[in-house]
């Protein structure tokens, strides 16, 4: 049971333009949600985050819309940049759990 | 910037042999993860770790694995009898607090070690 999709494993856009990165979960007791970005060979590190209280977190450039009716969130990088290629992973959280559970991954490519 | 760290990088071994994965979290944080990444697959959760003992764990962490903090600074990762499936980047990730604990609960990952298991 995969708690946690990212349905698109990849995807290809022009510097400059919008990037639009998806995510969807089936634990309705999720109630924070985080977006990873990972290069090759490193760990994943924090993006940004979202707590389900809310529909909407801006920080710079990426933006996180959680429509928790539809259990459904995104991310939004405006505009991308050659440097947010990379594998971005979508993660989920019970409150207070011990653990995050992550999506498959998105690979992005930003074209010059 | 404090970070994460993990020894070995890289390392191979035989089948049945015993792995010992090395982390030091950051310094000030409570909360100790183990995750792995097979190749090409999804980030699994492995154990979490708080205050001396396991938090939570998945189906993964069977019997062959155990972690132990057994100094103030590291956290390890115990593969009793390793088998060809357990070849993965094994990510040991800290955090302030608990994940799902809103506004602080993102993991600090360190960069993995890769297992290969001949």
């Known amino acids: 049971d995969q708690q946690v999709k990212q349905n698109s494993p990849s995807l290809s856009v022009q510097e400059g333009r919008i990037s639009i990165l998806n995510c969807d979960y089936t634990n309705s007791m999720f109630d924070y949600f985080l977006w990873y970005k990972k290069y090759p060979a490193e760990g994943p590190t924090f993006l940004i985050s979202?707590?389900?209280?809310?529909d909407k977190n801006e920080d710079g450039r990426f933006t996180v819309f959680l429509n928790k009716s539809a259990k459904h969130l995104s991310l939004h990088i405006v505009p991308s940049q050659p440097g947010d290629s990379a594998v971005y992973f979508c993660?989920?959280?019970?409150?207070?759990?011990?653990?995050?559970?992550f999506g498959d991954g998105t690979t992005l490519t930003v074209k010059p | 910037e404090p970070e994460v760290t993990q020894t070995p990088s890289h390392q191979v071994t035989q089948m049945g042999q015993e792995v010992i994965l090395r982390c030091v979290p950051i310094s000030n944080h409570l909360y100790f993860y183990w995750y792995r990444q097979i190749l090409g697959q999804k980030v699994e959760f492995l154990v979490s770790?708080?205050?001396?003992?396991?938090?939570?764990k998945s189906e993964i962490f069977d019997d062959q694995f155990s972690v132990e903090r057994p100094d103030g600074s590291n956290f390890t990762l115990k593969i009793r009898s390793t088998k060809l499936e357990d070849s993965a980047m094994y990510f040991c990730?800290?955090?302030?607090?608990?994940?799902?604990?809103?506004?602080?609960?993102?993991?600090?990952f360190g960069e993995g070690s890769r297992l290969t298991v001949l």
């Open positions: 990730a800290s955090s302030g607090s608990l994940a799902g604990a809103s506004d602080t609960g993102e993991l600090f």
């Open positions: 770790f708080y205050n001396n003992e396991i938090s939570e």
């Open positions: 993660a989920a959280s019970e409150f207070n759990a011990g653990k995050s559970t």
């Open positions: 979202i707590s389900s209280i809310k």
